[in-house]
Every structure is written in structure tokens, then in C-alpha cells.
């Protein structure tokens, strides 16, 4: 398996960040190589501070007790898409998400992260599906514009849409995720552009270089940590180039199914690695041959970026005292609609095409549940104000000779 290499790219701040503290992401560059080639970019040394670290740590403590900051209503409608199972153990006045050693005192007992405790038999690994509409915290990460520029800069879309986030926490004894594709759960096809449509160049190159993915669409996942990574938690694993294999045909009656790992009991099995072992096998690959690439050795607050039909998922964790805890955000591009047939099949995404039929178009994608964080329109704007600001401004220099 290969690991995370000790030293990274430097990074560098990415202005208009929507976090506090602001995001610091690498340099683009040697990221866009890896991503292009392996279908994966990974981001080992912390692009979100401990402070901001420490206040995701928190705003999961109150998500998994089902106490939620975002005011029903207002954009994220209060409440995840898919809750996890409350946890009624009290968290402490403090919010301290540390691990501590066994034993425990009682009151250490009652502020263990996520409410572990300290028994790991059939220890269950927790979901919660779209966190940013229940927590403000997480909203200010999951649509964080910075974030979708980087997305942007990797993948040339010319816009980038959140249609997802999902927390993956995974308590002492965890089980582990089975390899899957994320891009088999997405029902969204390219938006048919009229001939005299404005429409960027870049986005024809797009077009051209995706016209592979199923309805041309492609999902990138960004994965953060929000824990140190090491081998004994768990970490996430992907298997390099393993999203150029098949990817399940174009047509709007194939199904996605080939890009999903199907039922619970492959996602959550023993082998965590069997589906891409058996993908590898009708791929024509030898799965000895097969590339994992380990995302331990990367820091709280950094992670990685990949494609969504690359093969990935992680082991258990074997920890007896620690969490592993992260967040995946799903990203498409701006100009997408909803494949609605295949939509109206899936209990998560039917009542968004049922909501949007009622609105006057079943294929239109709403703004508010699922927001556009970068238009580089926008930010061609922004940067030419910017400038024009700039030039009109004196220099300090300028400005004193007059005293």
C-alpha cells in the first residue's frame, strides 16, 4: 500500500473562503497532475486550522445528539437529510471531543467523543447525510466558496454545485466502509445547452473530456479529516486509475448500479475491499496488481480529493480509545438537471424531483437545496473590480508627498 509521503506541496491561502479561519489549500498544480492521472489528489498536511478543527469536533457532538443551529426555514431546513441515531449521553459544558484512556472517571465518561462508551462490542459506524442544512458550523465548510475553487481549478468547470455532504464517524471498534464509486448514488445528467446559448469555452473542453461519465456528468468527492490519521483507524484507501474502468455505459437506460456497492451488507462487509477486487477481476486487472493508496499519515483538518467513480473505502477501526471522524462533500458541476427516471427510483432524491415537477420543471435542480459555491464568472468579476480598485488607489508614497 502506499503511503503519504512526510512532505507536501506548500500551501497557499485561497481568498473569499466563507470558513473562520480561512482556508489554506495546496498549490493547484502538482494536485491537478495527481488528479488527472490517478484520479485522486491527496492533501496530507492541514488546510483547515486546529481552532476550526476543534469547532467541527463540537458541532458533531451536537449533531449526534440531534441538536441542531440552523433555524428551520432559512436555506438548510434545520435538520440533516438523513440523521444518525440520537446519542443521549450529556456532553459536557466544555464540548471537549478528546479521547481519553481506559478507565474512565464518570465525568470523563459522559464527554468521550460521540458519546463512545468504552464498550466496542458491535460498535456501529455513523452516518449523517448533509450536515451543512443542520449545523452552521458545517455550513460555513461544506459551502465555503475557497473550497469550490479548488474544485473548479481541478476539474475546469466553470461553475461547481454541493449536492451532498456526508459525515462518516466511525467510534473505537468501528466497522469499516466496503470499496464503492460515489458516482452510482448521483441521478443527474448534463444540461442540454441550446446551439446559441452563451457558453464558456472552457466548458466545451469540459464536455469533450467527461463525455465518458455516465449522462457526461462526473462527481469529485472532497474528504476532510477532522482526526490524525494512522493505519489503526481506518483511514481511507483508493485504488489508483481505478476510475478509468467501466464506467457503466451512457444511455439513459443503463443503470448505475455498476458503481455502487448495492446492498449494506457489501458496504459495511468483512472484506471491506471485495467489490473493487471483483471489480478489478472483470476490469481484466490483476487485483495483485491493484495500486491502494492509504490516506494515513495525513493531519486533522487536511485530506483528499477524488474522482467519484474511483474505486475507495476504508477498514475498521481497530482503535480501542479513538474516533474517526470526517466529512465527504460531493460536488457536480453547475450546469446539471435531474435524470429524472431514475431519480423518482431513489428514496432520497424523488421528493427533490417531485418538489421540482411541482415547481414547473421535474428536471430542474433547486438552488436552495443544492448550491452553486464557485461561478467563475463571478470570480473574473470579482478579481477585474479588484484590479480596477487597485490602480485607483494611491501609493503610500503618493499619498504622503502632499505633507
Known sequence: MAALASSAPPATALGGAALTPPVSLPQTSSSRQ????HGHALMPTPFLSPSAVSALHHALERLVRHDYDAAPGKRGGGAPDKPCKKINVPLAANGSSMGYPVPLTPQQHKIRPLG?????????????????KASLEFERLVLSPALGRFVHELTGWSSVRVIQDQAWLKPPAASGLGFHRDRGYFMFRKKEVPPNALELAADVA????????????????????LDDLDDELGPLEMVAGSHLWDRGGNSPSDSYEGTKSGANSNFFAHNHRYLALEAAKKEGVDPAALD??????TKAGGGSLHDGDLWHGSAANKSKTRCRRGIGIHYVRGDVEWDV?????????RPYVEAAAKAGDPKKVDEDAFPVVFRAATEASRRAQEGAIREEKPSIKDALKNF
Open 34 to 37: 495527481s488528479f488527472a492521472a
Open 116 to 132: 463512545f462508551s468504552g464498550n466496542t462490542d458491535n460498535v456501529k459506524t455513523i452516518q449523517i447525510v448533509n450536515t451543512w
Open 206 to 225: 469540459v464536455d469533450v473530456a467527461e463525455q465518458g461519465y455516465k449522462n457526461g456528468v462526473r462527481v469529485v468527492t472532497l474528504w476532510l479529516t
Open 292 to 297: 491502494f493508496v492509504s490516506t494515513a499519515g
Open 341 to 349: 427516471e431514475a431519480a423518482l427510483h431513489s428514496k432520497l432524491w
